[in-house]
Each structure stands twice: as C-alpha cells, then as structure tokens.
C-alpha cells in the first residue's frame, strides 16, 4: 500500500462549481496536513497547513482531515479558470520528512 | 519576507556532462533546505536535505551530489549526466523541520538529458 494515494485526474468541471480534492494515507503518525497548488511548469504554492484533525478555511478553499479515517479533503468553492493547476497534499509527522501525494490534475472550463 | 531562487530554469544537458543547479534563500537564516525530483504523475522524490553549512544527508543513492558552501545556498551537482537523471527538480526550505511546519519550494528546474 502506498504512503498517500491521491486521484490523478483530470478533473474537470464547469466555472463556479464546487471542487473537492481528496488524499488518503496510511500511517497513522501524521500530524501536520498541507495542500499545494502547482501550476504548468512551476513550483508548488503551499495554499493551506494544518494540524490534526480538523476543518481550516481560508477564503474559498477550506481543507478538512479526518485522521480516524486517514483522509484529507480541500474543497475549492466557486471555482475559476484560474484554479486550473495540479493540487498536491502533503504531510509529515515531528521530526521526520515530507509525504506528497502524486497530485490531482484540475481544470475548471469557463 | 523569505523568498527561495532557484536557477537555471531550463537547461538541456548531454549524456556523460556534468551538472550544477543553484539555490538561494534570501530573509532568512539557518534555513533547513531540499533538493527535490518530481517526475509524472508521481510524487516528490527526496534527494538531499540539509540542516546547516556542509551537513548533507542524502536519501536517494544515485548519481547526484550536493552541497551547502554557505548558510543560504545549497547546490545539486553531477560529475556525468545520465539520461535517467531528466526531470523537474525543486528546492526547498523550511525552518524547523523537527517541528514538521511546511515547506516552501523555488520555481523548479527542468533538466533534459539527451
């Protein structure tokens, strides 16, 4: 079983809907969460960081986990063309390296 | 605030040629930094990571090598490019890695090994 699996996509959908992206994990020692945005040839932009379990929101992106379930979840409300990226979670534990999920492909179609 | 440079951006190399990508984080000190790979559709590979002036510890053996001169420049280096050594490679840093907080990445760098 891999560390982190997350969907690759692509996922499309229409401007102003409601996105979810998803990462399910499998060592249950993770404590802090993160969701990346990487655009086309670019690094990653950190858009959100928790900790634990918990709901954290920050305009239109609001990023959830659940770690009894060992999933995490950021939902993009209102898309807009300018969403279209690739969204990479990630996630560490104290004292060790980060895990980063292959990332899922979206495009938000105007 | 901090910002991380990463250079060259693009670069198209020769099998058997050698390679050195730079890094620099500016605003900060004592930074912890990374040399990443990110191939398609797979997650980031860790390479090296450093958490001061010449203490590397490598987690992929390979055919790379890096450095950290100074406190806020860390190098990724090859002495012979291998075709296999093609991808998009990213820095990054933090400061407390013990602690777990995030990291930040440069632009990335994408080597093609022909």
């Known amino acids: 079983q891999k560390e982190v699996e997350q969907d690759p996509g692509p996922l499309s959908v229409p401007e102003g809907a409601i996105v979810s992206l998803n990462c399910t994990y499998s060592?249950?020692?993770?404590?802090?969460f993160m969701w990346y945005r990487q655009y086309s040839r670019k690094g990653p932009e950190l858009l959100m960081y928790?900790?634990?379990?918990g709901n954290k929101e920050d305009g239109r992106f609001t990023a959830q986990v659940d770690k009894s379930s060992k999933y995490i979840s950021l939902f993009i409300r209102d898309s807009q063309p300018s969403d279209s990226a690739t969204y990479l979670c990630a996630m560490s534990f104290y004292g060790q390296n980060f895990v980063f999920g292959p990332g899922t492909r979206l495009s938000v179609l105007p | 605030s901090q910002t991380i440079h990463q250079w060259p951006a693009t670069l198209v190399q020769p099998v058997g040629s050698p390679l050195s990508l730079e890094c620099t984080v500016e605003g900060t000190s004592n930074p912890n930094l990374y040399w990443y790979r990110q191939a398609a559709g797979r997650g980031l590979q860790l390479l090296f990571y450093s958490v001061g002036i010449g203490q590397i510890s490598s987690e992929v053996p390979q055919n790379l090598s890096a450095s950290r001169p100074q406190d806020r420049q860390f190098i990724l280096s090859s002495k012979k490019l291998l075709l296999s050594d093609s991808g998009f490679y990213l820095c990054a840093w933090n400061l407390d890695r013990t602690a777990g907080n995030t990291i930040y990445f440069g632009e990335g760098s994408w080597l093609t090994v022909v």
């Open positions: 928790t900790y634990s379990s």
């Open positions: 060592n249950s020692a993770f404590q802090y």
